[in-house]
């Protein structure tokens, strides 16, 4: 058993790295070269990329918790070091501090043989850390327990080495000076324009209301969030899917962008990154295994409405491939916003249509004084992650 910071000599080439604790967790590793960095985002092996240079995300046994194979013989002569991190997958505690026995283990992958445990303590608000660092040393291998922790969760630990987990908000183009004015000369008056002609203009349709009871939206339609005269303060946006063939799989990922008014993006919230806002938006984590969250739903997020900050102007709900497999292979997938206080389902979008590509933006929440009102989108994109669909999903937000 080594205590923070100790280390021990591997004897064995290939290794098990595995965690248990009452909590949901997951683990992940990262390639690190002389630099403590990634060479590319490939070297991130977590469940959406389980696999990497002699390192592979594998399901535990008989059902347990995910472990990290790291087989050093197969590990490239440019990798100095594998970290392993543990996260949280945000179904149960929010936080390490409130993890009781949580003990991690380094085992010799062909005999099962416990080489060294590691039991981290003294944890608080972290949401991730990092367990174990497996290094080289001379022409032998080392692995020595960290426990450093991360409040701001595996994207924290991703993006301190060097791996691009979201995109910067774009340069805000900058407003060009009115031309200077030129000097006065006589000029002949243009003739005036001929009267204009009203165009026939169909009669405004607002945001359907609520208080009819529950809504089922078609694409571009919008519904106002307040209900019996109050705004709805708390909601989960439940989104689902299902394999267009029968006894396929289809792994897809939902995500929400926060957005100001000028379109400029101030996070996202994302399997890697669960939570914003102080946890005024919290994502159910990735699901992998095909099972509901909740009336169908493959992934849930709850957003406080009246908690996040007054520069967030609107949100959008994306769902993404990260496999890249195309939305022709999906079927029935569908957004519903539901009340989080009486966990009544108000408002239903389901997807009439499919095109080959590996995105689509949902739905989005744009704010209209104190309340909210949702509009179903129902638009392909290309995309493998969330933030290559930053671009598109703005768009979408500022249109009217």
């Known amino acids: 058993m080594l205590a923070k910071g100790g280390n021990h000599p591997l004897d064995a080439v290939s290794v098990i790295v595995e965690a248990s604790s009452e909590a949901s967790v997951d683990v992940s590793a990262l390639l690190l070269d002389a630099t403590g960095k990634v060479r590319s985002d490939a070297d991130f092996v977590f469940y959406n990329q389980p696999e990497g240079p ?14 990290v194979r790291v087989d050093t013989a197969a590990v490239p002569a440019a990798v100095d070091r594998v970290v ?3 996260s949280l997958d945000g179904s149960g505690p929010r936080m390490f501090g409130d993890v009781r026995s949580l003990v991690a283990t380094v085992r010799d992958a062909g005999s099962g043989r416990e080489l060294v445990a590691f039991n981290p303590s003294g944890l608080g608000v972290e949401t991730a850390l990092l367990l174990w660092e497996i290094y080289r040393r001379g022409p032998g291998w080392k692995v020595r327990a960290v426990g450093q922790g991360y409040a701001n969760g595996l994207a924290g630990i991703a993006t301190d080495f060097g791996v691009r987990v979201d ?7 900058a407003v060009p000076p009115p031309p200077p004015p030129t000097a006065w000369a006589p000029q002949t008056p243009p003739p005036p324009p001929p009267p204009a002609v009203p165009a026939p203009q169909a009669p405004p349709s607002g945001p359907i209301s609520l208080d009819k009871g529950h809504v089922t939206l078609r694409k571009n339609q919008s ?3 307040v209900k019996t005269g109050a705004p709805l303060t708390r909601v989960r946006m439940g989104l689902g899917w299902d394999p267009a063939k029968r006894g396929a799989s289809i792994d897809l990922d939902a995500s929400c962008i926060a957005f100001d008014a000028r379109g400029r993006k101030i996070d996202t919230v994302w399997f890697v990154h669960l939570h914003a806002f102080n946890g005024a938006i919290a994502h ?3 699901n992998l295994t095909g099972e509901g969250e909740g009336e169908g739903d493959d992934e849930v997020i709850t957003v406080d409405l009246d908690r996040l900050p007054a520069e967030v102007h609107g949100l959008v709900f994306t769902v993404n491939s990260f496999l890249g497999q195309k939305f022709t292979k999906v079927s029935r997938a569908f957004c519903r916003l539901v009340d989080a206080r009486t966990n009544a389902e108000l408002v239903r979008f389901e997807l009439s249509e499919s095109e ?3 995105a689509v933006l949902m739905c989005k929440l744009v704010r209209r004084g104190p309340a909210w009102t949702m509009t179903a989108l129902g638009e392909f994109a290309n995309g493998r992650t969330v933030r290559k669909l930053i671009n598109p999903a703005r768009d979408a937000l500022l249109r009217p």
Do not use: C, I, K
């Open 54 to 67: 002699g390192v592979r995300h594998e399901p535990g046994a008989t059902g347990g918790p995910a472990v």
């Open 84 to 86: 392993v991190a543990l």
């Open 167 to 173: 995109d910067a908000p774009p340069p805000v183009a």
């Open 223 to 225: 519904v106002s969030l």
């Open 284 to 286: 159910s984590g990735d």
């Open 356 to 358: 080959p590509r590996t």
